[in-house]
């Protein structure tokens, strides 16, 4: 399924106090994540589209046809919530043929097949639901969904519940199979892990209303907004293709910048990478270090809070963010639009995602 597209035009629905809209956002073979602060709308987007609530005003249009008064089992949206909704008296499989009335047999079982090796738990099929872990129910809930063809896919939060570890895995699972089924894809979060892990693009909601959308790098780069500043307040996010990886160090390109990390990636794939900004040391000049990573950046913008400083650093296609003492940025005489070198270890990166 290809060249599927989501369009909202100026949807709007009022609550006592609080206004959605009007939205007007276009969603195609993609994965958007949308942000925002609690009480922004994110969830009552995802029920207007659905059918669960109806507009005041708008139209929700899901390839070329408008669904804006169609009824909820008549959109072809699956929806995927915090807590899955799995039958407790069916098995694995059961569970995800349930919607599957017009296949015989033997054709549903080679699709659900495909579809739990997709997903790698194939070895779930017989088991009971009672006996599954957070992360297998949201695994199998991801597989009923698919497995009924929905032409757009919308996620509440699906992952919020579960451990710091099973939620890292999952995003990296999640984005691999929902890229490879190719629908629009709107992932709500207010996690920006998930934000770097899943997102080709990000839309971001502020009191009712679409503040910015765009592709990742351009968003979470931006500093333009000081709402955007609000979300992305944590790592900085590298995104380059793999351009060597032998001997547990990979090597990726970013723009005309060469970036140096642990693993082993398959050449020509991109992978995403997470750096602390504490994890960034900075010189003014060329110094002999054990960081494999040295970069020459211009300084393009200082917030100093309390007693350190944010430093942000900007190369023809690069952009990092150091957290140092304002005592070291004295020290070292940085100010704005200076070339400094920024320096960081191959050691450091997380790697939160890879694309083939």
Known sequence: MTGLEL???RLTKKFPGFTLGPL????????????????SGKTTVLNLISGIIRPDNGSVILDGSEITHLTIESRKVGYSFQTPF?????????????????????????????????????HLCNRKIQGLSGGEMQKVSLV?????????????????HLDIPTRRKLRIEFRRVLRRYGVPVIYVTHLEDEVYSLADSVAILSHGKI???????????????????????????IEGKVIESKDG?????????????????STG??????????DVFLSKDAVKTSARNVIRAQVIKLVRQVSLTDVYLQTDYLHLRAKITEKARNDLGIKMGDQIYA?????????VREDS
Request: net charge negative.
């Open 269 to 278: 794939s991109r992978i995403g990478l997470l750096l602390r900004p504490e």
């Open 7 to 9: 369009e909202l035009v």
């Open 86 to 122: 799995l039958f407790p008296h069916l098995n694995v499989y059961e569970n995800i043929i349930f919607g599957l009335k017009k296949r015989d047999e033997q054709a549903k079982k080679i699709y659900v097949k495909k579809l739990l090796d997709d997903m790698e738990i194939s």
């Open 24 to 39: 007007d956002l276009k969603v195609e073979d993609e994965i958007l994540v949308m942000v925002g602060l609690t009480g």
């Open 343 to 351: 320096m960081f270890k191959a050691i450091s990166p997380q790697i």
């Open 144 to 160: 009923r969904m698919l497995a009924v063809e929905p032409k757009i896919i919308l996620m509440d939060e699906p992952l919020a």
């Open 249 to 265: 160090i990979t090597i990726i390109e970013v723009g005309s910048d060469l970036v140096e990390t642990l693993g082993d990636y």
């Open 211 to 237: 503040e910015n959308k765009g592709k990742l790098e351009a968003i979470v780069s931006s500093h333009s907004s000081h709402f955007v500043s609000e979300i992305f307040v944590g790592a900085n996010y």
